[in-house]
């Protein structure tokens, strides 16, 4: 252990979890923050602390060689920022929850930046199951390993972003006119602008022109044309649009 | 344990302008913080600045596809005094501080539609 006649220990109460945590404070370390490594007992400054043992090298603020044990972040793990959350994203985590300490573990998903939840999933015979822990709950999170090749492509077609544009032209052109006169024929105003639609100057449709690729601050219109190309049959017909007359739609 | 059950009306809590509920009280915003600041750090340094929210920006939108592969789907709400609830996920709000469930199954039956406060969630899993 350390001689206790330089360090300082304070305890305070972090109002928004109502926990305690003891920081210690050294003076000779230039009123630099450090946390214990349990496993070798092994000072480190704050930057090694919060590196994974793979990515550590020679520490920079005291040019001593930094532990490779495993860390445990401890309330330091909120505290520190996205940034480091991202790094950690698809690693394998332990994550300790709740007053009675349940452990899960699992390949990190993602830590929501606005209510510090953990998603982790697990891979099972039979699938995936996703497990997020509320942030207020976290109390220890403990990274683990880098995943493999094989995890890294599951996770990341785990829930992939949407396609960004998709289809070749010819496709998206057609798609595009196909809306354009089912809505044509029910009677709203469209008009095309490049590769969106635009209805009634408030609402933009933009490829592939699914309901969900609308967008307009206006609620009704948006709700209206939603509806519209959810029912929409698969082969719109050429029929003419009605040029003013009503005629029962 | 599949008979539905009306809508129970549990008691009005606080009046939301006294304290406890007055979202300018410093015991509400100590206890329900809706987002975390920015880092001292990146305040000051305008490069680091944009790369926190760049993180930021990329974490809360995986965390945000992850709720939406969870919508009408069945997950399990694992509470405080190891209470363990299933019901059919709808959504959850801007701050996840509330998931608005449907068919959740309780010790007195089935609720149609119920509101769950986050602050009573340990954690919550489903299976994609």
Not at chain 1, 133 to 148: F, N, T, W
Not at chain 2, 76 to 94: C, L, P, Y
Request: net charge neutral; hydrophobic share 35%; with cysteine.
């Amino acid at each position: 252990m350390f001689t206790t006649s330089k360090i300082f220990s304070l305890n305070i109460n972090f109002p928004f979890k109502g926990n305690q945590t003891s920081l210690f404070l050294f003076p000779a370390c230039r009123g630099q923050q450090r946390l214990f490594v349990e496993d070798k007992a092994e000072l480190l400054c704050l930057p090694c602390f919060l590196r994974t043992p793979a990515e550590r090298g020679r520490c920079s603020e005291e040019g001593r060689p930094t532990t490779d044990q495993r860390t445990v972040m401890q309330s330091g793990w909120l505290h520190s920022g996205p940034q480091l959350w991202l790094r950690c994203v698809h690693r394998q985590v332990r994550v300790t929850a709740g007053k009675q300490r349940e452990e899960h573990r699992g390949w990190l998903l993602t830590v929501d930046p606005v209510s510090h939840s953990v998603a982790l999933v697990s891979f099972g015979e039979d699938g995936a199951s996703v497990r997020v822990v509320l942030g207020h709950a976290v109390e220890h999170v403990e990274v683990l390993q880098e995943p493999d090749p094989d995890t890294e492509e599951r996770l990341r077609s785990l829930f992939p972003p949407p396609e960004p544009g998709g289809p070749d032209p010819d496709e998206r052109h057609r798609r595009r006119s196909g809306v354009r006169r089912w809505l044509q024929q029910n009677r709203v105003p469209v008009e095309e602008d490049g590769n969106e639609l635009r209805v009634a100057h408030v609402l933009t449709i933009r490829a592939p022109y699914r309901p969900d690729d609308c967008s307009s601050a206006n609620q009704i219109i948006l709700d209206r044309v939603q509806r519209l190309l959810r029912v929409q049959p698969d082969q719109v017909t050429d029929g003419p649009v009605p040029p003013g007359t009503s005629d029962g739609l | 344990m599949a008979t539905p059950v009306p809508v129970l009306r549990l008691p009005k809590g606080p009046d939301p302008n006294s304290r406890g509920f007055d979202p300018n009280s410093p015991r509400f915003i100590a206890l329900c913080r809706t987002s975390i600041p920015t880092s001292a750090a990146a305040e000051s340094d305008p490069q680091q600045l944009q790369e926190e929210q760049h993180a930021r920006s990329v974490l809360r939108e995986r965390f945000l596809r992850c709720l939406l592969a969870m919508s009408n789907k069945k997950v399990r709400f694992h509470m405080h005094e190891k209470v363990n609830v299933e019901a059919t996920f709808g959504a959850s709000d801007i701050d996840v501080l509330n998931f608005q469930v449907s068919d959740l199954h309780t010790p007195i039956g089935v609720q149609k539609e119920a509101l769950i406060r986050s602050q009573d969630v340990i954690s919550f899993t489903f299976d994609v």
